[in-house]
C-alpha cells in the first residue's frame, strides 16, 4: 500500500513546488486575467466543448475574489491564501467543494480541478498580455485558431472574386452582407443541430446573427459554411444541417 501511496505524493509535491516558488517573497499576490491553455491547446482538433474544464478564465480584480467565465456565465468567489507557499483556495468553488490553484513566477497558474474534470491532472492557465499591455481574452486565441486568415471566397462551387479576412477580434471583411461572427464554444447555441456540430454566428449590417454550421479542414487551409434548416416549433434545437453555402479557401 506504502509503495503505491509514496510515488503519489511525490508526484503531488513534485508538480505544487514546479509551479510555486520556493520562498514567500517570491511569491505575487495573483492579479489579472488568466486564460485556460489545457483547452487552448487542443485546438484545432477539439473545441472547448470537447474538453473536460470548470472554467475559461480566471480574473483576479480584488485582494480577495475571483471572477470565474466558464463560456455562458461568470461569476465571483471569494479565495485566500492556503500555506506558505503560493497555494491559494477558491472557497465553495464547485458542488464538490473549495478548488486551489497555484501561482508560477512565469505568469501561470495551475487549477487543481480534478475532482470537477474527472482527470488525473491540473488545468493550466497562463497570462497573456497584447502589445497595449491589457491581459487578452480566452476567445480571442480561439478565434485565432479556428478561423482567422485571409481566404479566397467559393459561394454554391463559384469562386468570388473577393478575398475574405477573418480577424480574431470578430471582425470580417469581404463575406457581406456579413462583418462580423462569433464562436459558439460555450451554453445553448451548442444544442442548435441535431448533429453536434461546430457553429459560428455571422453578424450582418443591421445587427442580425444568422448561424451556420463549419468545419476545420486541414487545420485552417479550408473552412466550409453550411446551412442550418429552420427551427422547430415548440423545440429547443433539433435543426438539420443543409448543404454548404460558403467554401473559404487558403490555397
Known sequence: MYRILIPICILFIGAVSCNTPGSAERCNP????FINT??????????????????????????DSVDIDNGFEKFSLPYVKEGKDCMYKIKGASLFGDMYFTIGADSSLQLIDTAWTKLSSFSSFKR???????????EYFLKDCLVTGEYAL???????????????NGQLNGLKPFLGYSLCYAGD???????????????????????????????????????????????????????????LRTE
Not at 497573456?128 to 480566452?138: I, W
Not at 467559393?154 to 480574431?168: A, D, K, Q, R, W
Not at 473552412?223 to 429552420?230: A, M, P, S
Open 128 to 138: 497573456v498580455k497584447g502589445d497595449d499591455g491589457v491581459d487578452m481574452r480566452f
Open 189 to 247: 447555441c451548442l444544442e442548435i443541430t441535431e448533429t453536434a456540430s461546430r457553429i459560428i454566428g455571422l453578424v450582418d449590417d443591421t445587427g442580425k446573427k444568422e448561424f451556420f454550421a463549419f468545419k476545420n479542414v486541414d487545420g485552417k487551409k479550408a473552412l466550409e459554411f453550411y446551412r442550418i434548416g429552420d427551427p422547430i416549433p415548440d423545440e429547443k434545437g433539433g435543426r438539420s444541417i443543409g448543404p454548404m453555402i460558403y467554401e
Open 154 to 168: 467559393f459561394v454554391e462551387g463559384n469562386l468570388s472574386p473577393h478575398i475574405v479576412t477573418i480577424m480574431p
Open 30 to 33: 495573483p492579479s489579472g486575467r
Open 38 to 63: 489545457t483547452v487552448l491547446d487542443q485546438c484545432p482538433a477539439f473545441m472547448p466543448s470537447d474538453i473536460p474544464h470548470f472554467c475559461f478564465e480566471i480574473n483576479f480584480r480584488g485582494k
